[in-house]
C-alpha cells in the first residue's frame, strides 16, 4: 500500500483501547481522513500524544488507506503554537473554528485550498495578541464561500434586510424568521466588506454581534444538511462577553 506525507489539522481525538489513541484529521493532501496511533498514551510517549490533540497542525506519514483506519507511521508538528494552546480567548475561537470545520468538511477528496483556507486563519489567530470579537463571523462567512453558499454583499438602502435562506440582501421586511432585522443586516455588510487583516476597523455592539453570531450560525444549518449543533458556541460567547 503507498505511503504518503502530508501537513494536517487534527480536528477530533478519542482514546482507544488503554494506550492508544484513533484520530480524525484534515490534510491537505487527501482531505479528511481517519488515523489510529497505537501504544502513545504512555509517559514516555506524553508528548507524541499531545501531537494529536484538536488543533494540532502536524506533518503526518501513514499508509493511503481510504475506507479504513490508517496507522500512522511518523508525526511531527508542523506549528508550535504561540497564543492558542495557552490563552483562553485564542483557545475558544480556534476550538470554535475547527468544530465549525468538522462539522462542514465531509468528503475524503484533496481539497489543497481549502486546507490552506483553516491553515491560514489558524496561523492568523496564533499571530495576534489581541484578537478581534468579530473573528468568528467572518471566519463563518469566508467558510461559506469556500464551501459555495456564501452570502452575497449586495446591501443598499433599497435593500436592507438579509436573509438566510436566499443568502441575499432582500427590499422588503416580511416579517420572516429567515430575515435579520435592519440592525443586524447592516452589521452583517459591514464585516463582508472587510478582511480579518482590517477588522480592527470595525466596531459593532456586543448584543448585536451576539445575534449576528446565531443567526450566521443559523445560516449554516440551513445550508448543511446534518450541521450539527456546536457546543463551542456558549463557551465562545461568554469568553468573548
Not at 501537513?7 to 477530533?12: L, M
Not at 475547527?98 to 499571530?127: G, P
Not at 478581534?132 to 464551501?147: K, N, Q, S, W, Y
Not at 427590499?171 to 466588506?193: C, M, N, P, W
Amino acid at each position: 500500500m503507498q505511503v504518503y506525507t502530508s501537513p494536517a489539522i487534527v480536528f477530533r481525538m478519542v482514546r482507544y483501547g488503554e494506550t492508544s489513541i484513533i484520530c480524525d484529521a484534515y490534510t491537505r493532501e487527501h482531505g479528511l481522513r481517519s488515523f489510529i496511533a497505537s501504544g502513545i498514551r504512555t509517559s514516555k510517549k506524553s508528548g507524541i500524544a499531545a501531537l494529536y490533540r484538536p488543533l494540532s497542525i502536524v506533518e503526518l506519514t501513514a499508509p493511503d488507506a481510504e475506507e479504513k483506519l490508517s496507522r500512522v507511521k511518523e508525526i511531527r508538528c508542523l506549528h508550535p503554537y504561540r497564543f492558542v494552546a495557552d490563552h483562553i480567548v485564542h483557545s475558544s475561537i480556534a476550538m470554535f473554528l475547527i468544530e465549525v470545520a468538522r462539522n462542514s468538511i465531509r468528503e475524503k477528496e484533496t481539497n489543497t485550498e481549502l486546507f490552506d483556507f483553516l491553515y491560514n486563519w489558524l496561523l492568523f489567530l496564533d499571530s495576534d495578541p489581541t484578537p478581534h470579537p468579530l473573528l468568528p463571523i467572518l471566519f463563518l462567512t469566508e467558510l461559506a464561500h469556500m464551501l459555495g453558499f456564501g452570502p452575497l454583499n449586495n446591501h443598499s438602502e433599497q435593500k436592507p434586510y438579509f436573509d438566510l435562506n436566499e443568502g441575499t440582501f432582500v427590499t422588503k421586511d416580511q416579517g420572516l424568521e429567515s430575515q435579520l432585522d435592519e440592525g443586524s443586516s447592516r452589521a452583517f455588510a459591514a464585516i463582508l466588506q472587510t478582511t480579518k487583516e482590517n477588522l480592527h476597523n470595525t466596531r459593532i455592539p456586543r448584543t448585536v454581534r451576539n445575534e449576528l453570531t446565531d443567526q450566521i450560525v443559523r445560516y449554516f444549518l440551513l445550508h448543511i444538511p446534518g450541521f450539527r449543533p456546536l457546543q463551542s458556541l456558549p463557551v465562545l460567547r461568554e469568553i468573548l462577553s
